[in-house]
């Protein structure tokens, strides 16, 4: 009896005993927030930053035709020897073409050399027979005169290359043999063009941009130029002209861009390229992407205001890259949600989540 009595008494401890925690874990309940219909997102800031409209050109690099050189020659002659081809890059003083000169111009060296030999004995008998007194003051001013004349062919025949039996035609800086005008063997005559030579420092970027984006540009602008093969890193030049007639083959508007000294390592001449260029300058709200949203009525983004998602239209002003440009009524403290904007609508209730201690 007393055994029946005790089993009794014991059950109906626990039974008060899970009562009790069953209330405590009931006023626990009531303790934590009602997040029930909220959405969780992620928020940031805007950044005020200053962007560039662009324009994207595309071309090749070539050399400058303003320091690009024709090498001539001021006589006739032959190619003897020929050390480079086309596009070549070569060094100072590199060896680029030996020339024989012409026959008629090293006959004519010769007969200047023997023209000043006659002179010069001419000069020593006369000057004998006035110490005889032989000969006038005017004979021998002649006989000088004679020489010096002489003398003056027989320079202006070596400078015309008929002094030398074979004459080279050297690099005068480090840089590109662009084109050459002649082959081994040919014979050519006084001031024809032998080859064209461009300095290593003298590169441009020849680019064509669509005709409608002609009246955005102009000389001075800043340029990216970037190799279209190639892990070549990105060259900053400017804009040097802007066309003004369409091209009749690529039906693109011609634009020429200064490149830096320093394109002559990366590229050589006719290498493709593309570029983009900074036209405008503008600031505007700097935002990931992913905040930016497009419907029926225009872009926006939602703000998080008294913790309900608040629709702000904007105007998308620079759409590239992952960092997008915005303008419209935000702020530097416009809580701007990234994370579950897509899950949202005007006035929804939010929580943004906490970032985890560090």
């Not at 024709?70 to 590199?94: E, F, K, N, P, T």
């Not at 006959?107 to 006038?136: D, F, I």
């Amino acid at each position: 009896m007393n055994h029946t009595f005790l089993t009794r008494a014991t059950l109906m401890a626990l039974l008060a005993l899970l009562a009790g925690c069953g209330s405590s874990g009931a006023a626990d309940d009531d303790d934590a927030p009602d997040v029930s219909g909220q959405v969780q997102v992620t928020t940031t800031l805007p950044v005020s930053q200053t962007f560039h409209d662009t324009i994207q050109a595309w071309g090749s690099v070539m050399g400058d035709p303003h320091r690009a050189g024709v090498i001539s020659l001021g006589h006739g002659g032959q190619v003897i020897g020929m050390d480079v081809v086309a596009g070549q890059a070569v060094r100072r003083g590199d060896e680029l073409l030996r020339i024989a000169p012409d026959p008629a111009a090293r006959n004519a060296y010769r007969q200047a050399q023997s023209e000043l030999e006659l002179a010069s004995g001419e000069l020593k008998r006369t000057e004998q027979m006035m110490a005889q007194h032989l000969a006038t003051q005017s004979q021998l001013a002649a006989a000088r005169k004679a020489l010096d004349d002489a003398e003056a062919g027989l320079e202006a025949q070596r400078a015309l290359g008929g002094g030398d039996a074979e004459e080279s035609i050297n690099a005068p800086v480090d840089g590109v043999v662009t084109t050459l005008g002649v082959n081994l063997g040919d014979r050519f005559q006084a001031d024809a063009s032998l080859l064209t030579f461009t300095p290593a420092h003298g590169l441009i970027a020849k680019l064509g941009v669509q005709p409608e984006d002609g009246a955005q540009l102009k000389a001075g602008m800043p340029v990216q130029v970037q190799a279209v093969y190639g892990k070549a890193a990105n060259l900053k030049g400017r804009v040097d002209m802007v066309g003004q007639v369409v091209d009749a083959q690529t039906h693109l508007l011609p634009l020429q861009v200064a490149l830096p000294p320093e394109a002559s390592v990366s590229w050589v001449s006719g290498a493709p390229v593309q570029a983009t260029i900074e036209t405008a300058a503008y600031t505007a709200w700097a935002l990931p992407r992913d905040a930016v949203l497009h419907d029926d009525k225009g872009t926006y983004v939602f703000a998080v205001e008294h913790d309900h998602a608040k629709r702000i239209e904007v105007s998308l002003k620079y759409p590239d890259g992952d960092t997008v440009g915005v303008q419209g009524p935000l702020n530097a403290k416009t809580r701007v949600i990234v994370l579950g904007s897509y899950e949202l609508d005007d006035g929804d209730a939010v929580r943004e989540q906490q970032e985890p201690a560090k």
